[in-house]
């Protein structure tokens, strides 16, 4: 499938669960198309590229390993995506990334995810906690940077001054999760 098929095969996905996980599992049946994907999810004014992002997610739920030989292609360029549609997402492999790294069964995300691949995701999340995002992906980047932090002991720090300053302004759902987080920090 070339790019311009693919392209055309996003204009069907919708936010229904039923169409994304039938994309992801297009996806990881045919993993010659990963790399068509992620161009299409990193052309970031491209309404497009929040489908791709949504059958990125999925592929990645249900079948992380798939992103190992494209680690340094996401990282490098997932600070770049700004669509709210395509953030969150992007936020979530985020997530599935750093928990995968810091799980205790083996895995191929622990020994593909190098210290700049977690500098990348570092920096990402940071920049989702400070901006004005929706709840989701600093949800999302909240857990990230908590497991990171036993490993950078200047995380937590950092995330607790954000979580702190950010907490009268903030929703409900924010709220609940970063109370959860500081309570963990402290």
């Not at 790019?3 to 229904?16: M, P, T």
């Not at 857990?143 to 937590?156: K, Q, V």
């Amino acid at each position: 499938m070339t790019k311009a098929e693919l392209y055309q095969e996003l204009r069907y996905v919708n936010h229904s669960r039923e169409k994304r996980l039938q994309y992801a599992k297009l996806v990881i049946d045919n993993p010659e198309l990963i790399p068509t994907l992620l161009d299409i999810l990193f052309d970031v004014d491209d309404k497009i590229s929040c489908r791709a992002a949504w059958v990125f997610e999925f592929m990645c739920g249900e079948k992380l390993e798939a992103i190992v030989p494209y680690l340094n292609t996401f990282t490098e360029n997932l600070s770049k995506v700004h669509l709210d549609s395509a953030v969150r997402p992007v936020a979530k492999v985020c997530e599935y990334l750093v928990k995968a790294n810091y799980s205790k069964t083996d895995n191929a995300i622990k020994t593909h995810l190098t210290e700049t691949h977690k500098e990348k995701i570092i920096e990402a999340c940071f920049d989702w906690m400070i901006n004005d995002e929706k709840i989701a992906p600093k949800a999302y980047a909240m857990n990230a940077l908590f497991l990171l932090g036993h490993e950078y002991d200047w995380i937590h720090p950092e995330l607790a001054i954000i979580l702190e300053r950010d907490f009268q302004m903030q929703s409900s759902g924010f709220k609940a999760r970063a109370r959860h987080i500081l309570k963990m920090i402290k």
